[in-house]
Structures are given as structure tokens and as C-alpha cells.
């Protein structure tokens, strides 16, 4: 299945980043470039319009030139609220599903748009998985795409204190993309991961 123009998509980069000591995790270096370079490098091909879900000052990532979408709730409810900012949007761009990553992952699929769009139709959720060090499938629920209409039955679930992302999708209609290299969702939460993703790259 294909869609007829691409999709537009939102690095999520909202997260405190605790494990390194606070601060813009996808400000870090790697490779010569930030995480969020490496993100926007991977994603931009595959995309429409993208935009940034970050909270705090816009101004600190005005270098990238993309729109810096803030969390429509207070309280730094997670990633979750990130995709109802994403969904808000890409609604007002009149599209009907929006593409999310996480902004940590440097090495995200190449196909990532491509191979959702073969899942299903925009109209339904798709989150992406990959099979583990053991073989089995491990879902990466921050790699997903959203349809538009259902931003408020997430934004009624926000306020309602549930924010897991899998407890969302759960109650919806929803399929997995499967991909071959768990590698590509690699995510860098610790400064050991960070020096694991420089041989990586």
C-alpha cells in the first residue's frame, strides 16, 4: 500500500534525558553531527513536512529550521503527549496520519514510511518491531504512525493519567511492521550507549 504524497513526521525529543544528566539528549555528538542531525538525515527523505516535539525553549533548536511542537498538557506526561502534539499538527497540514520516531535512535530504518504504508491504510495505527537478541519480536512503540482523527480520544486518555503508548494503541485498531535489524531502533539512553553508537556509525 502506498500513500499519495508522504506523510509528514515529528521527532520526538521531549524526554528529560535523566540516564545522561539531564539536558537535550539529541543535542549530543555523534559522528561530527548531533543525534537529532543523524535523525533528521534518515527521516527527511521519507517524509513530508517534519517538525520536533520538544519542550522548553524553541529558540535552542531554531538551528534545525523545523517547527518545535510543544506538549499540549502539563506535567511532562511522555512521548504519548508528543504524539498528540504530532497528530494536532499534522491535522492542521489537512494530512490523516502522521509518522513519529524517537530522536534518540540515529540509525532508524531507511524504509521506516514505506514499510508502514505497506502494513495498512493511514486510517489505522501501525507501530513498528523488530525480532531481539532472542529471536523474539521486540515492538518499538515510539516508531508508529497515528491517524489524525483519533487525537481526541488520546488527548481524553491523557487526561484521564494513561500515557503508555502501548495502552493507547491497545485500544484501537492497530498492526505491527516488522523489520529485520532490531540495530536500526538502537537508542541512545546512557553515555555507554553514546560510545556504543560512535563504532555503530
Known amino acids: 500500500m502506498t500513500s499519495a504524497a508522504p506523510l ?11 540516564r545522561m544528566g539531564g539536558g537535550d539528549k539529541v543535542l549530543l555528538s555523534l559522528g561530527g553531527a548531533t543525534l537529532l542531525d ?6 527527511r527523505p521519507q517524509a513530508g513536512a517534519l517538525a520536533i516535539s520538544a519542550n522548553g ?6 538551528r534545525f529550521g523545523l517547527p518545535v511542537l510543544a506538549d499540549p498538557l502539563p506535567g511532562y506526561p511522555g512521548p504519548l503527549a508528543g504524539v498528540l502534539a504530532a497528530m494536532r499538527w499534522a491535522a492542521g497540514r489537512g494530512a490523516q496520519a502522521v509518522i513519529c520516531v524517537a530522536g534518540d535512535t540515529p540509525f532508524l530504518p ?16 501501525v507501530l513498528a518491531a523488530a525480532p531481539g537478541p532472542d529471536g523474539a519480536r521486540r515492538l518499538h512503540p515510539t516508531f508508529g504512525r497515528w491517524p489524525v482523527a483519533l487525537r481526541d480520544a488520546l488527548r481524553a486518555q491523557l487526561q484521564d493519567g494513561r500515557g503508555r503508548i502501548l495502552d493507547f494503541a491497545a485500544c484501537h485498531d492497530h498492526l505491527i511492521a516488522d523489520f529485520d535489524d ?6 541512545v539512553n546512557t553515555p555507554e550507549d553514546l560510545a556504543r553508537a560512535q563504532h555503530l556509525g
Open 182 to 187: 532490531d540495530a536500526a531502533f538502537f537508542n
Open 57 to 62: 525553549d524553541p529558540a535552542r533548536l531554531a
Open 8 to 18: 509528514p513526521a515529528v521527532i520526538l525529543a521531549g524526554g528529560r534525558a535523566t
Open 38 to 43: 543523524q535523525v533528521i538525515a534518515r527521516l
Open 110 to 125: 531507511a524504509d521506516l514510511a514505506r514499510r508502514f504504508d505497506r502494513t495498512a491504510p493511514p486510517d489505522r495505527i
